[in-house]
């Protein structure tokens, strides 16, 4: 059972939009910043979105994060195939003194 | 740029020992925290624990803690993830990761696939 609570899936199709939850409490969440992770199948994950809504270079604008409370999301916009993957979120908890992930979210472009 | 190498994948019995390794280059090794994350198979993330190389100061998580060993050489910008004692449950995917600010987990290394079977 993972600390933050994501979707197992969703989907949409080519060139619409997709958000992604991610929710947490207090601890997590609430008191720290938090970053999404993009797994294609196969490969090691990859820093997508980091302190709630900032991407690293490299990273398109297509992609977005927010921060509201206890809860997080994942947008893209635009959707290509390509971006069929798994997407995680992860936070530092305080409580834990540890990195806490979500489940995993599968995208499906269909 | 950041590059973290790792060790290659691993086939190992139970009660085995083991050690893994993480090259770093690209950035000044002993100034950023570097952890483990592990994958198993068909399963989500989870993080093991991370070593601040310019003083060994290790944190673990929970879960992880007394069941395995971070260490970390400064002289050869090199971690290491440790098992005394393998168990079929330890078969999974690990990837070494930089922390970043916010502790974001900024570079991943490629990962090491660790089998243990008998």
């Not at chain 1, 991407?55 to 947008?75: F, H, N, V």
């Not at chain 2, 020992?17 to 993330?45: D, E």
Request: net charge neutral; with cysteine; charged share 15%.
């Amino acid at each position: 059972q993972s600390v933050l609570t994501q979707p197992p899936s969703v989907s949409a199709a080519p060139g619409q939009k997709v958000t992604i939850s991610c929710s947490g409490s207090s601890s997590n969440i609430g008191s720290n910043y938090v970053s999404w992770y993009q797994q294609l199948p196969g490969t090691a994950p990859k820093l997508l979105v980091y302190d709630n809504n900032k991407r690293p270079s490299g990273i398109p604008d297509r992609c977005s994060g927010s921060k509201s409370g206890t809860s997080a999301t994942l947008g893209i916009t635009g959707l290509q195939t390509g971006d069929e993957a798994d997407y995680y979120c992860g936070t530092w908890d305080s409580s834990l003194s540890a990195v806490v992930f979500g489940g995993g979210t599968k995208l499906t472009v269909l | 740029e950041v590059q973290l190498v790792q060790s290659g994948a691993e086939v190992k019995k139970p009660g085995e020992s083991l050690r893994i390794s993480c090259k770093a280059s690209g950035y000044i090794f002993s100034t950023s925290w570097i952890g483990w994350v592990r994958q198993m198979p068909g399963k989500g993330l989870e993080w093991m624990g991370f070593i601040y190389p310019s003083d060994s100061d290790t944190r673990y998580s929970p879960s992880f803690q007394g069941q395995v060993t971070i260490s970390a050489d400064k002289s050869i910008s090199t971690a290491s993830l440790q098992w005394s004692s393998l168990e079929a449950s330890d078969t999974a995917m690990y990837y070494c990761v930089r922390h970043g600010g916010g502790q974001r987990l900024d570079s991943w290394g490629q990962g090491t696939l660790v089998t243990v079977s008998s």
